[in-house]
C-alpha cells in the first residue's frame, strides 16, 4: 500500500508531560519524522476534570487504518488507559486518527475524518498549525479557513513543551 499522510490527535489530562513524551515517542518509533503542532492546554469539554494537553501530528505511512487503530490502542492502555471509565472522563492517553489521505466515510470501523475537527478547539487549531493550506477531506475548505471562521467558546492556550530536548511549543509563541 503507498503511503498517506496521516493526522493524529494526542490529548492527556494525567500526568500529561509524561503521556504526551511517550506518544511521540512510539510515533517517531513507528514512522520516523513527525510534523508536530504547538502543545496546547484545554479545559475537560463533556465533563469536570483536570485541564488537557493536545496536540496534531502529521505523519505519512503505509499502515491501514485498523493497523494504526490496533497499534494506538495498545500504546493507550501501556500508558494506562482504561476503558472500564466513563466516555468523557480523565484519561492518560487519548489518540485518535483524524484523517487517513482524503478518505471519507467509515474506513476498518473508523468514521473519517473524524468529527471532533470541525467541533474541538483543541482538535482543530494544532491541525490548521501544522496544516493550514490543506483541505478537509468532506467539506473542502482548509484548516486555516476552518480556524478563522471557527466560533466557540472553548478555552485552549499554548503551553511550554520540551520533547527529546527540543523546544516543541512556547507559551508566548503563538
Same mark, same amino acid.
Given at each position: 500500500m503507498s503511503e498517506r499522510r496521516v493526522y493524529i490527535s494526542i490529548g492527556s489530562n494525567i500526568d500529561r508531560e509524561r503521556h504526551v513524551a511517550a506518544a511521540l515517542d512510539a510515533l517517531e518509533h513507528w514512522f520516523g519524522g513527525l510534523v508536530i503542532s504547538p502543545v496546547y492546554e484545554s479545559e475537560a469539554v463533556g465533563f469536570d476534570g483536570d485541564n488537557f494537553y493536545n496536540l496534531v501530528v502529521g505523519v505519512d505511512t503505509g499502515w491501514s487504518v485498523a493497523e494504526l487503530s490496533r497499534h494506538f490502542k495498545q500504546l493507550e492502555?501501556?500508558? !494506562? &488507559?482504561?476503558? +472500564?471509565?466513563?466516555?468523557?472522563? !480523565? &484519561?492518560?492517553? +487519548?489518540?485518535?486518527i483524524l484523517t487517513w489521505g482524503d478518505?471519507?466515510?467509515?474506513v476498518d470501523g473508523v468514521t473519517l475524518p473524524?468529527?471532533?475537527?470541525?467541533t474541538n478547539a483543541f482538535?482543530?487549531?494544532?491541525?490548521?498549525?501544522?496544516?493550514?493550506?490543506e483541505c478537509h477531506p468532506a467539506c473542502g475548505r482548509s484548516y486555516r479557513g476552518l480556524w478563522l471562521d471557527y466560533r466557540t467558546n472553548q478555552k485552549l492556550w499554548?503551553?511550554?513543551?520540551r520533547w527529546q530536548g527540543r523546544q516543541i511549543s512556547r507559551a508566548q509563541s503563538v
Open positions: 492502555a501501556d500508558n !494506562g &488507559r482504561r476503558r +472500564d471509565v466513563p466516555k468523557f472522563s !480523565g &484519561r492518560t492517553l +487519548d489518540l485518535d478518505a471519507t466515510g467509515e473524524r468529527a471532533e475537527i470541525m482538535v482543530l487549531r494544532p491541525l490548521a498549525d501544522i496544516a493550514p493550506g499554548p503551553v511550554d513543551f
